[in-house]
C-alpha cells in the first residue's frame, strides 16, 4: 500500500483527437456523393413555381440552363428591374439563344445529342410572352427536349 | 543510437481534410431539379405546309389562360381540380383511337409562368393517374415499377398529345 501514490494525477486528461479527421472525412464523402458539381450560379432570382408531377433532371446527360428572372441583388443597378434571361453563366438576349443552342449541339455527339437536355428555371412571376419566345427559339436550334424546373407543392 | 523511428505527425490530416471539405462545399450544389418533362414540337421543313390535323371539333380539348391567369375550358370558366378530372374524362374517353385526340393549351403573353405549370401539372397529373390505373390493372404494378417495354406500351394507350399556343404581339409572326 506505500507504492500507490496520490500526487500524480490532478487534472482531467485532454481529450482525445485522435479521430477528428475521421469524422471531417464522413462529412466529406457525404457532400461528394450527395451534390453535384455547380455549373453555374444564376445571377437572376428565381422563386420556383410549384408541381406535384415532378421528374428528376438527370445530370449525366448534358444539360445547358437557361435562367429567367429579374436580377439579383448585386446586379441590379447596373441592369435594372427587367426580366432578364441568363444562359449558362452569362447574361444573353433572346436572339442569341438559337446561335449559342446550335454551337453547343455542334459540339456533341450523336448520341449525346439526342439526349441533350434544356432545363428552364423561370421566376414564377414571369410573363409567358418571353418563355414562349424561348421555347421558339429553342425550336430553331432543334433542342427539343425541355424540362421546366420546379419546387413540390407541400 | 536512436532505433525507433518517430511517426509521422498525423496532426495535420484534420486540417487538409477541412480544406477539401470547404472546397467540396463552395463548388457544388444540392440542386432542386426536379421538373416537368417535355418534348417540343420540330420545326416544320420551310418546304412542308404546316400540317393542320383535321379533327373533330369534339375530340380537342380548348384550354385558355387569360392575362389575368384565369382558365377555360371551351370557354367555360374551371378551376383547377376540376381541369383534371375533366382532362381525364376526356383522354379516357377516346382511350380506343389514342391518336386522336388533342389537348390546345392557349396562352396570352402576360400569362404569369405560375398559372401555366399549374395546368401543365394539372395535365401531367391526369396522365399519369390513367397510365397508373392501366398498369395496375394489367399488371398490378404502379406505372413507375414497370420496364420500359410495358411503360412504352402504357404510353401508347395514353400518348400525352398537348399542344400549345400563345397570342402573338402585334405585327408578331406567331
Redesign the interface.
Known sequence: MGRFNKTGKRGVPALNTASLPDLIFTLLFFFMIVTNMRDSEPKVDITLPEATQLEKLERKTPVTFIYVGKPSETFRDELGDETRIQLNDAYADLADIPGYMTAEREAMSDENRQQAVVSLKVDQDTPMGIVADIKEALRQADALNVHYVAQKRK | MRRNVPEIN?SS??D???L??TF??I?????????????????PAPDQPTETAKLKERNVLRLA?DETDRLTCNDEPISLEELRSRAKTFIDEREDAPDEHLILLH????????A???V??EL??AY?ELRDRLARARWKKSYAALDAEQQAAVREVYPQRIS?S?TP?EGGE?
Open positions: 498525423s490530416t484534420a487538409i481534410a477541412f477539401l471539405l467540396f462545399l463548388t457544388t450544389s444540392m440542386g432542386s431539379d426536379y421538373g416537368l418533362a417535355r418534348r417540343l414540337p420540330e420545326l389562360l396562352c396570352h403573353r402576360e400569362t404569369s409562368y405560375k401555366y405549370i399549374a401543365q401539372n401531367a397529373a399519369n400549345e400563345t404581339t406567331w
